[in-house]
C-alpha cells in the first residue's frame, strides 16, 4: 500500500452554526457586533449563509431594520421567492440565542479554518509530487508554513481582541441597546448586585430555612413573568400548587394562610380566582423535583428541552429559579462539598450561557454559619465555599437578625449570657419583621452595600423599607 493512501474524514463544516447564527442575527441585531470584528462573509461554507450574513452586516450599517421580509428581497433571484421565504423561515427555526453568538462565530471560522489548512496542506504535497525544476522542497514548505500562518492569525485575532469589543460596544450604545436582562422587583436588590440580571449568567441568593428565601423568590419570578420572561422553577421542596397559591397572595395581598385553608370572602374568592387567571397566562413553568432523582443532568436535560419547545418562541431571556443546590443529586455523594457545588454550578452555568438565559440558585445556609455568636452571613457560607462560589457572577444574601437574637435567647446560659446576647443584637435595632440584603460577590456594585427590606408574613412578600439613614449610610463618598 502506498503511503499517501488514507481514508479520509468528511471536509470539516459547521452548516449548524451558520443557521443558528444568522436566526439569531435575525432577532437581534447585538448578536452582529458580537462577531463583526473576525467573522467574515468568506468564512462560511454555504454561499447564500454567505450573502446573507453580508446583506445584514451592510444594513446594519445603514441603520436599517433587519427582518426575513427585509433581507429576503437581496438574496440571489435564482434562489426564488417561495424557496428564500422557506430558506428564512428555516432560518428562524434554528435560531440560536444572541449571547451564544460569539461562540457560534468561533465554530464557523474554525470550520474554514480547517478546511483552509487541508486545501494549502493538499496544495503542498501537490507540489511536492510535482515539483519543477525552478523550485526546492525548501521553498515548498516555506509557502506552506507562511499560508499556515497566516490562518494562524486569524484565529488569533477573534481571541482578546480589545479593539473588537470597544466596536461592538460603541455600535451597541450608538443604537442605544442594552444587554438582555431579566429585571428585579425592588430596586434594593438591583442596587447590591449593579443591575439587574443579565442573560447568560448564574445568580444565587443566600439564606437559611424561615427567612423567607422561597418567598423572595416566587416574587422575582413573579415580576419577571410578568414583564414577558418565561420563567421555570425547579422546586425541591414545594409543590405546584403551593408555589401558585403563595404567588396569587403576593398578587391580591391576601393572607397566604386563609388562601390554603380556603376560607376566603366571596369578594376574596373572586379575586383569588382572577389572579389564579392571570397567573395561568404567563410565561411560568414549576417542576416538582425529587433529590433521589434529579441531578444536575436531569435538571440541564429539562431546560434544554423547555427551551426548545417554549422558551425559544419569546424574544426575552428565560429565568430559571433552583430551590435549593442543597437538594440537587450529586453525580458522586462521596464527594466533599466544594466539589460537589463546583460541578452543579458548571453545568448551571453552562446552560445559562448556551440557553442565553438567566439561571437563579437559592442556597441554604449550613447549620455552622448559623451557630456562631455574630451570624451574619459571609462567602465561608456559602454552599460549596470557595470552590461552590467561582462560577457564580452574583450572590447575595437574604438575613433576619430578629430571628437569630430569638434562637440564641432560646438556648442562654443565664440571665448574664441573655443580657450580651441582646447588647450584641441591639446595635443593629433589629425589627421582627425586617430582613437584610447584601452582596456577597457581585462584578459591577459596591460590596459594602446593604438595605433592610419589610416582610409582610400574612402575603408572604417583600416590600421596600428606605429610610433617611439608611440613605445617608449608602451615600458613596468623594473618592
Not at 444594513?59 to 421580509?69: G, H, V
Not at 470550520?111 to 525544476?133: F, K
Not at 494562524?152 to 450604545?173: H, L, N, P
Not at 437584610?436 to 459596591?446: C, I, N, P, Q, T
Amino acid at each position: 500500500m502506498n503511503a499517501h493512501d488514507r481514508n479520509f474524514s468528511p471536509v470539516p463544516e459547521a452548516l449548524d452554526s451558520e443557521r443558528g447564527l444568522l436566526g439569531a442575527l435575525m432577532t437581534s441585531s447585538e448578536a452582529y457586533w458580537r462577531v463583526s470584528g473576525f467573522l467574515k462573509p468568506d468564512h462560511f461554507q454555504e454561499p447564500i449563509n454567505a450573502e446573507v450574513y453580508r446583506t445584514i452586516g451592510v444594513m446594519l450599517e445603514e441603520k436599517r431594520a433587519i427582518t426575513p421580509m427585509t433581507v429576503r428581497q437581496y438574496l440571489p433571484a435564482g434562489q426564488g421567492e417561495a424557496t428564500s421565504a422557506r430558506y428564512l423561515a428555516g432560518i428562524i427555526a434554528d435560531a440560536m440565542p444572541p449571547v451564544a453568538a460569539y461562540d457560534l462565530g468561533c465554530s464557523i471560522v474554525e470550520a474554514w479554518m480547517r478546511r483552509m489548512g487541508i486545501a494549502r496542506l493538499e496544495d503542498g504535497i501537490s507540489m511536492l509530487r510535482d515539483m519543477t525544476a525552478d523550485t526546492s522542497p525548501g521553498k515548498i514548505f516555506a509557502e506552506v508554513m507562511s499560508s499556515l500562518d497566516g490562518l494562524a492569525q486569524v484565529d488569533e485575532s477573534k481571541e482578546g481582541a480589545v479593539a473588537q469589543a470597544v466596536d461592538g460596544i460603541m455600535e451597541r450604545m450608538t443604537a442605544s441597546e442594552r444587554k438582555p436582562t431579566v429585571p428585579f422587583p425592588l430596586d434594593q436588590l438591583r442596587e447590591i448586585m449593579g443591575g439587574d440580571m443579565e442573560a447568560g449568567n448564574l445568580y444565587g441568593m443566600l439564606s437559611s430555612s424561615g427567612e423567607g428565601k422561597t418567598s423572595l423568590a416566587l416574587q422575582i419570578m413573579g415580576h419577571a413573568a410578568t414583564q414577558g420572561h418565561p420563567v421555570a422553577f425547579l422546586s425541591y421542596d414545594q409543590s405546584e400548587e403551593q408555589c401558585v397559591d403563595q404567588i396569587a397572595s403576593q398578587r391580591t395581598g391576601i393572607e397566604n394562610t386563609r388562601i390554603r385553608n380556603r376560607t376566603l370572602t366571596e369578594r376574596e374568592m373572586s379575586t383569588y380566582l382572577d389572579a389564579l387567571a392571570d397567573i395561568k397566562k404567563l410565561p411560568l413553568f414549576i417542576r416538582k423535583c425529587s433529590s433521589s432523582v434529579d441531578g444536575s443532568a436531569q435538571l440541564a436535560a429539562y431546560i434544554r428541552s423547555l427551551h426548545g419547545k417554549r422558551f425559544r418562541r419569546l424574544d426575552k431571556p428565560a429565568l430559571v429559579v433552583l430551590d435549593h443546590s442543597r437538594k440537587v443529586k450529586p453525580r458522586n455523594e462521596n464527594a466533599h462539598e466544594g466539589r460537589i457545588a463546583a460541578e452543579a454550578n458548571g453545568v448551571f452555568k453552562q446552560i445559562a450561557s448556551d440557553l442565553g438565559l438567566v439561571w437563579f440558585n437559592l442556597m441554604q445556609r449550613s447549620s455552622f454559619g448559623t451557630k456562631r455568636k455574630n451570624p451574619r452571613p459571609i462567602d465561608a457560607d456559602i454552599y460549596g465555599g470557595e470552590s461552590g462560589k467561582e462560577d457564580y457572577d452574583g450572590v447575595f444574601y437574604l438575613y433576619r437578625g430578629h430571628k437569630y437574637l430569638k434562637a440564641q435567647l432560646a438556648t442562654a446560659d443565664d440571665a448574664k449570657d441573655e443580657d450580651k446576647i441582646r447588647a450584641r443584637f441591639a446595635r443593629e435595632k433589629w425589627e421582627e419583621d425586617e430582613a437584610e440584603v447584601g452582596a456577597l460577590k457581585a462584578r459591577f456594585a459596591d460590596p459594602s452595600r446593604w438595605y433592610r427590606l419589610r416582610f409582610e408574613k400574612e402575603f408572604t412578600r417583600y416590600v421596600s423599607k428606605r429610610s433617611a439613614d439608611e440613605a445617608e449610610r449608602n451615600e458613596p463618598g468623594l473618592f
